[in-house]
């Protein structure tokens, strides 16, 4: 049995995020019948749609008419949950809205995944990942040479948008637990953005400068080598960027270029110039420094490393012949996810019963209000799950040593990764300190670390101690390349498996290989933890048991390009990058107008000749087909950079071609769309000061949930913390004295 085995789930959505959620869902054994209009799902014909669709019955439904509709209404009332994503104002003359369905279904989940936002003339646009991208400042937020949007090569934010479509579904099922009650729940296109990319600012500091596409900083950077092959080095702490001065001779230097990152990238950049990568990657990784090959993400998802850690799959398509996708991103030692079936058609729908009215005890309270979560995480991938959980109401305990979180800044990234948890202070290497952790873990349901490979174990704080003290425990452990295979005690971050896994080298296509500015693979993580919690809870509910999850950077390089990797005999090739990827071609890319950038996706017919009507251009009929680069993209260029931008989209909306502001980081935190979709909040950092940030992750209609707290300094609420978990005044001044318990004073130090 797994996680979600029994759960009936009606899938109404297209294209990605929709379906995807479906699929985490559905990984876990509910049972999923997906209904496409009559022309099929907009993606059908796209790789990914097998991977989308896995484990789903899919049946063919009108809803315009009578007959449909109404066969769509008998398998709600039988559903679980029910997923749509159409554009706001499209459910309500349907009956089909949430309102409407949670009315007439009191335990029905009813979650709408709209691919922008749910207000406004952007929330109306066709669905395309490179409009999103540009309203949310994601564009600009990715490292370029030249200063204009980049085209993102993969949808990231509508991954992360399924990824938290799958987690707030989870969170409203465990909260029914309590309630009875289903409610609705949106997880739109912002709330992607918000998980992967979403824009923080203190008000008191300048912004950040934008980056360039092999990395700013020399210690976390793309190197080309004699063979004219490249790597990334991933030293982003000092220990691992001593050792590669170390390998390189230049130990006596390393003080002082430590200080000079322009002379230190230059005398780098020279010295991995004069071997050939393999050499460097031998020496390198022969003295425990990060660092990994650039490749094809073809050769990653075919590679030994991806086979040994189990996370291939092949099944049998009977037109398309053997179809690889990945495996679930996540393994559950108790209640384990599973890829039983491509998307199969089926004649008819099922005939699933009504789902009888549930005893009701209503409540408002945020989906996992009582969850107790010690987070031992660090950097992305382990801290922000933490702040994902907390987001969705879950007491959520930052448990940092004395020498801190690595990655502990004033800067945006640490708050935005740890925000809504309080922050403990604890040495576990005190044996005073390692009972205190087992006694909180007897109340607590989730821990939660990223630590190298048998440091839990040294630490007496694995599964197996854990569970010893309190079986209904859920573990959760992340690490680089998972817990099998001969990388699995390396360590490994974000950019190395972008490096791999082949992101850098599609995002750049047939020129150099480019770094994600967003740190794809562990924000990608943060979301899978999130989200692997949630399920394990639910199975708990049915259990009574714990488990371990295991999860890894390398599981979310496949999940996070999970449509590009699905791979068989004549697959449809990748969009293709470039270095400052403006777009994927001349009418589907990012122009500039006279006062700022504009996003125009083209992609029939139609919408062509009404782009030219609108810039009084005679298009020819070949004009979808123009490259990005070519002589179309550079009239419209000219054309389009003497146009003012507001009334020039008003222009293109009224024609119905698909076209959005692309914003800078400034004009996205000030965007009047984003504050009144509620993609944004101010909040107030008591010694930092005044900050915006995302307001969170999902909206659910009766459970709301939000950030509870600031990001801590070190230490913060220990004393709190601890007596509100229950540990009595006494003890914890004894383990304050003692130094296994440390708190902050307020100012940013320790007392």
């Known amino acids: 049995m797994s996680a979600y085995k029994g759960l009936r789930i009606a899938d109404f959505s297209q294209g990605v995020a929709g379906p995807m959620a479906a699929m985490l869902l559905g990984d876990f054994e509910a049972e999923i019948v997906k209904i496409e209009p009559p022309g099929g799902d907009r993606a059908k014909d796209r790789p990914g749609y097998q991977a989308f669709n896995r484990n789903k019955q899919v049946v063919t439904l009108d809803l ?225 420094v990060p660092c990994a090959a650039v490749g094809s993400r073809e050769a990653w998802f075919a590679g030994a490393v991806v086979g040994e850690a189990g996370l291939r799959k092949v099944l049998l398509h009977p037109t398309l012949g053997e179809v690889a996708i990945p495996e679930p991103p996540a393994k559950f030692s108790a209640t384990p996810p599973s890829i039983r079936s491509l998307p199969t058609p089926a004649k008819s729908l099922p005939d699933w019963e009504p789902r009888p009215k549930p005893p009701a005890k209503p409540s408002t309270a945020a989906p996992l209000t009582g969850l107790k979560v010690l987070n031992l995480g660090t950097v992305i991938a382990g801290a922000y799950a933490g702040t994902i959980l907390g987001n969705f109401g879950a007491d959520v ?9 690595p990655f502990r800044s004033d800067g945006p990234g640490f708050l935005t990764y740890n925000r809504g948890v309080r922050g403990l202070g604890l040495d576990l290497k005190q044996p005073a300190g390692r009972e205190l952790f087992h006694d909180l873990a007897r109340t607590a349901d989730v821990v939660i670390d990223n630590y190298r490979l048998g440091v839990r174990k040294r630490l007496g704080i694995d599964y197996a101690a854990l569970k010893a003290v309190n079986p209904r425990i859920i573990s959760c452990s992340i690490n680089a390349y998972g817990e099998t295979g001969a990388r699995a005690a390396l360590p490994g971050f974000d950019p190395l498996l972008q490096a791999e896994g082949g992101m850098m080298a599609g995002q750049g296509g047939a020129d150099d290989p480019i770094l994600y500015t967003i740190a794809v693979n562990d924000v990608a993580t943060a979301g899978v933890v999130a989200a692997s919690v949630i399920a394990a809870v639910n199975a708990r509910e049915r259990t ?49 107008c006279a006062d700022g950038w504009i996003g125009i996706a083209c992609d029939t017919p139609d919408s062509a000749k009404a782009l030219g009507a609108v810039l009084g251009l005679d298009l020819a009929p070949d004009a979808l087909a123009q490259p990005r680069d070519g002589e179309l993209a550079s009239r419209l260029e000219a054309t389009l950079a ?110």
């Open 397 to 405: 305990a930052k448990v940092e040593p004395r020498e801190a979180d």
């Open 544 to 592: 009574g048991e714990g488990q371990e999850i295991l999860t890894s950077l390398l599981a979310q390089s496949l999940l996070f390009q999970i449509g590009e990797m699905v791979s068989y005999a004549g697959r449809p090739a990748n969009d293709p990058g470039g270095l400052d990827c403006i777009g994927v071609s001349a009418l589907h890319r990012y122009y500039a």
């Open 64 to 288: 315009e008419t009578a007959d449909g509709l109404a066969a769509a209404q008998t398998l709600i009332a039988g559903a679980d949950v029910a997923i749509f994503d159409h554009a706001p104002g499209r459910l309500e003359p349907l009956g089909l809205d949430g309102a409407t369905l949670t009315a007439a279904h009191a335990g029905l989940i009813h979650a709408w995944m709209t691919p922008y936002g749910t207000l406004g003339p952007w929330s109306q646009l066709a669905p395309h990942h490179s409009l999103l991208a540009g309203l949310t400042g994601t564009a600009f937020k990715q490292g370029a040479y030249a200063d204009q949007p980049v085209h993102l090569v993969l949808p990231v934010l509508w991954y992360g948008q399924a990824v938290m479509g799958a987690a707030a579904i989870g969170s409203a099922l465990y909260e029914r637990t309590r309630s009875g009650l289903g409610q609705a729940l949106t997880v739109s296109g912002l709330h992607g953005a918000s998980e992967v990319s979403g824009p923080m600012r203190l008000l008191n500091q300048p912004p950040l400068p934008r980056g360039i596409p092999p990395g700013a900083n020399p210690r976390y950077r793309l190197y080309q080598c004699a063979d004219g092959e490249w790597f990334f080095l991933g030293t982003l702490f000092t220990n691992f960027y001593r050792k590669a001065f170390e390998v390189l001779g230049l130990e006596d230097a390393f003080e002082a270029l430590e200080l000079d990152q322009v002379a230190a990238r230059d005398l780098l950049a020279e010295m991995f110039a004069t071997r050939t990568r393999d050499e460097w990657l031998e020496a390198l990784q022969a003295n425990d």
């Open 642 to 751: 003497a146009r003012p931008r507001a009334a020039l989209l008003e222009a293109l909306l009224t024609a119905g071609v698909a076209a959005a502001p692309v914003l800078r980081g400034a004009e996205a935190l000030q965007s009047d769309w984003l504050w009144e979709n509620g993609c944004l909040e101010n909040w107030e950092h008591p010694r930092l000061g005044p900050a915006i940030g995302v307001r969170g992750f999902a909206d659910l209609s009766r459970t709301p949930g939000g950030f509870r707290c600031p990001t801590p300094d070190l230490g913060q609420d220990s004393v709190a913390l601890l007596t509100d978990w229950g540990i009595a005044p006494q003890r914890i001044e004894t383990l304050v004295a003692s130094g296994a318990v440390f708190t902050s004073d307020g100012e940013g130090g320790i007392a």
